[in-house]
């Protein structure tokens, strides 16, 4: 392990660097993102033990997944990352064959990708691992790949897993792993904060931090319904963290939620929020735990026009009121709308690079750490994240077999013990919600609610029949 | 999570505060155990998934099971454990159902108990998780448990899952952690150093260590061949610990090792040390690693006399050469032999509360770890632990299951990156090899070496025609 030379080593931005400090035992800082497959027709028995064999056989590692911490008692107040020989990734170790028990169905897969979830990565070995599941219902099998934010945002990730796939059947998969000679220039358009807060320097943050939060905390005429940090309400989702999490997942269909929007006059969002909003409304009133004012949602979104309905990439942070105190859904859906658009025009009248580094410090769960100081112990910041990240077009495989869905499972914080992500994949939103143990015993519940609360704003909205 | 008294505070003792103190991500300091059972004749399908119900409908969770960690700021420096009322007590959580890919024989087993036993309990709630894990070869299921350290030593974890089970196929089971009424007084005789040391104070520790190490560090006439601590040489065994861990078993059939033991003139513990020596020596020898001096074992043992094969309670610490640089298998025998005789004598030459307090030191993780100071970065104090626990003497059963073996997983610390710890069970010995993974790449071979070694022990000393 003594063996890397000095020119593997790189220094760590500013944020990632946070996001290896603010780790705890209770709060775990890596992203993960479950897939579930169908078995092509006729696959042999050793179908899934020949993607982990092949999984296990790769040549050569690619960047970041050779990427591990420096371990020097420097790098413990800076920490640094290095990249580790290909002879020393353990692939064995990185690769897991996992299996569920009988009858193997959505409950089982479940428990299994809540505990995988709740486990701390190995500090000493690059920052991931991949379980290949096998014995789900219906000739299924899922993979749970998690890998340490400081390595990579959500969206980087989902774009690393979903490159490694094919858009043909038969077409070539490889490990997401596996070193490739980039085929031509990506635009880096897709990460423009993470870019921009990567430049950044320590000095230059305080003045971009105050161009940023002091209109916030000027109250001009007229901005009255502009909502501000630690104006939600207190709730049991703004308790403490612990270590062990829970996971749920619920697939909407983006055409029955585009006719929702359409009919509403909203946003492909809107009606995103609208759903979690119902959703969360629900699961607080069966806890008699719903606040009287609504919660608050920070949303990652895109500033383009009304109309647009596109999940392109978040490039502002708002706050916006979900309405939950509202029982009309239509009220509600009007709430939120309103909340969203009051919101953007307020973050649309920031100059630019303000803009940037407001959604920076208000869109990652570091921030969220700092922003709430001692955690669960003041008043929340927002009651929960819901965000979107774009995800694949077009129908995917691995080896033939069909990718039928992928969620998103991220991280709870201290005082944020929900977080609701989604992506969309072929037609599909693909919603994962991840929860903190002991505060969201109804999870489960919760994703139930979701696909309920997607029918019920067809009905009020006229789309289907009543 | 804060309705709990303070008259359920229970004050920790000097030895299970450095338990909690000592613990990092890289050392988890939990004790695990991995039980095989066979199926009963025509079990119906549901038969693990019954056991999994049963464990998690508990009406009434018994002592050390509800105890978690106090999380008091005060609580960080000088840990206590508070009571857990049973409504708080998440039985879905501790008791997991698992199951193995297939083809579910022992390598898929030994790979998911390594890296169960890899991952740190949750300290939000009592320290212990349970998982019974079905899909394995031959009619079979195990069950893998694990408990900190803080919560109960080796024994008494065996004695506490020992007491779960009947002695008869149709008789009464329980859960380990249903709380029973004791039905008669055990004798307290199984823990003797323990015990003393939970009642030590503060104060008392400096006079005794005094005591117990002032005639170790004096160089005697006479005494020449009495290893002390930091005489192990350097080896691959000692070197950095991360997290994640190698776990390979073997069995042992007692009654040959009695054979071999009367035909060689020693004790059986002394049979184990030599199938462990040579078990080892193959090893290092295959990594051209073989240190030119004898590897030195840390030994807990009976200070009965010789001729008596019981494997009864340690209740003495050694240093014994393994004869380790010696090819000749019976000159190894020798060697080992004469020095467990020097060493007994030795220690028996100690007062008797020094003796105590001497084995105490030595012979706990906690100790190697203080002892070894800088862990991985110094001359290792010894170079790894062996140690027997003796087990339940009769076949066992769980609802009808037969216990065909009992493995213990210990803790592996900084500088000392493998432990062999083996119970006795109805006959055979019951070995668990537990590694750091980086460190012990080829633990399973060690295994099957050690079960090689009794055969080459069994020609060499003419119990078997060679």
Redesign the interface.
């Known amino acids: ?1 003594t063996t890397t030379t000095r020119q593997a080593t790189r220094r760590m931005s500013l944020l990632d660097t946070a996001f290896v400090n603010v780790e705890t ?2 709060t775990p800082m890596h992203i993960g993102g479950l897939q579930i497959f169908s078995l092509p027709p006729n696959a042999p ?2 179908f ?2 020949n993607i982990v064999r092949r999984f296990r056989n790769t040549a050569k590692v690619g960047r970041p997944f050779n990427m591990k911490l420096e371990k020097t008692l420097w790098a413990r107040i800076a920490p640094s990352m290095i990249v580790v020989d290909d002879d020393r990734i ?1 692939l064995s ?1 990185h690769v ?7 009858p193997g169905g959505e409950r ?1 897969l479940g ?2 990708v809540s ?1 995988l979830h ?3 990565l ?4 690059p920052l991931w691992t991949c379980h290949v599941i ?2 789900l219902q219906n000739n299924r099998f899922a993979i749970y790949s998690k890998m340490h934010h400081a390595l990579a945002d959500g969206i980087s990730a989902m774009r690393l897993s979903a490159r490694a796939l094919s858009t043909e059947p038969d077409g070539e998969w490889f490990p997401a792993w596996e070193h490739r000679e980039p085929t031509h220039k990506r635009k880096r358009t897709h990460d423009q904060a993470r870019t921009v807060a990567a430049k950044l320097t320590a000095r230059e943050w305080p003045q971009i931090m105050k161009q940023a939060f002091q209109p916030m905390f000027k109250r001009e005429p007229g901005s009255e319904s502009v909502l501000r940090p630690f104006e939600a309400p207190p709730s049991i989702l703004n308790g ?1 963290v ?3 999490r829970r996971v749920a997942t619920q697939q909407l269909d983006m055409e029955r939620m585009k006719r929702v929007a359409k009919a509403a006059g909203g946003s492909l969002n809107d009606v995103f929020l609208a759903v979690c909003s119902s959703a969360l409304r629900r699961h607080l009133q069966s806890q008699n735990a719903l606040p009287d004012r609504s919660l608050i949602a920070g949303v990652p979104v895109s500033l383009r026009e009304a109309g647009d309905d596109s999940m392109s990439n978040a490039i502002g942070f708002l706050w916006a009121a979900l309405g939950t105190e509202l029982s009309d859904p239509k009220e509600r859906f009007a709430a939120i709308r309103a909340s969203m658009e009051v919101s953007k025009n307020h973050l649309k009248s920031l100059p630019q690079q303000a803009r940037i580094a407001f959604t920076l410090l208000t869109s990652m769960p570091t921030a969220l750490v700092l922003m709430s100081g001692l955690g669960a112990k003041v008043r929340p910041p927002m009651n929960l994240t819901i965000s979107n990240v774009p995800g694949p077009e077009h129908i995917l495989y691995l080896n033939g077999a069909k990718l039928e869905a992928t969620f998103p499972i991220s991280i709870p914080v201290q005082g944020q013990a929900l977080n609701i992500t989604c992506v969309s994949y072929a037609g599909q939103l693909n919603v994962g919600f991840t929860g903190s ?2 505060s969201l015993p109804g999870l489960q519940k919760m994703a139930v609610y979701a696909g309920e609360a997607l029918t019920e704003l067809e009905t009020v909205f006229g789309v289907i029949p009543a």
Do not use: I, N, W
């Open positions: 392990m035992r209770d028995p050793d899934v033990k353990d170790y897991r064959h996992s299996a569920l028990p009988d089982e428990e299994l505990h709740s486990q701390l190995d500090r000493s070995r096998e014995g403490e612990t270590c062990a143990r002991d």
